[in-house]
């Protein structure tokens, strides 16, 4: 425990401020997709967090805010109260992206074992798989179009 103090208190302020929020936002994200369906949660998401590019062209955001990002939600997915999955964090990671001015696609694929069937969510940024590693598409077939597309278009 004492670790994890040490760790979360030499994260940059902004590294904590993402870690909370992710904290926060990930039981609430799973509440509402019990609650609600997929494609209403999206959209509410969206509407809170209005797409303004402007605010991703001051620095063309960098990898490292992406990365800073993607990392405080899994590390909140991991030690917070609730555990998180695979679709409640790539719709939280979408969203904080978002709010940064960042463009991400929500992606899902799906694949067949012999008795059962599985799904997976993940966030991608030009092409590049943000909270998964490259190997997800050997593990699943990606729908052909995002979830919700760079820019915020929502399909």
């Given amino acids: 425990m004492i670790d994890r103090c040490r760790k979360f208190l030499r994260l940059s302020r902004s590294g904590r401020k993402l870690f909370v929020q992710a904290l926060f936002l990930l039981p609430v ?35 490292r805010q992406i990365s800073i990002t993607a990392r405080m939600v899994s590390a909140a997915a991991r030690y917070g109260l609730c ?14 992206l978002r709010r940064q001015g960042i463009e991400s696609d929500l992606r899902i694929g799906v694949r067949k074992t012999a008795d059962c069937f599985e799904a997976h969510a993940w966030v991608e940024r030009l092409g ?28």
């Fill in 83 to 96: 555990h998180a999955n695979c679709l409640q964090q790539a719709l939280v990671l979408w969203w904080l």
């Fill in 128 to 155: 590049f798989v943000l909270n998964e590693n490259e190997g997800v598409y050997q593990r699943f077939a990606a729908f052909d179009h995002p979830i919700v597309a760079a820019g915020g278009r929502i399909e």
């Fill in 29 to 63: 994200t799973a509440l509402a997709l019990r609650l609600l369906n997929f494609k209403s949660v999206r959209s509410a998401l969206a509407s809170l967090a209005p797409f303004d590019d402007t605010l991703g062209q001051e620095a063309v955001k960098g990898w």
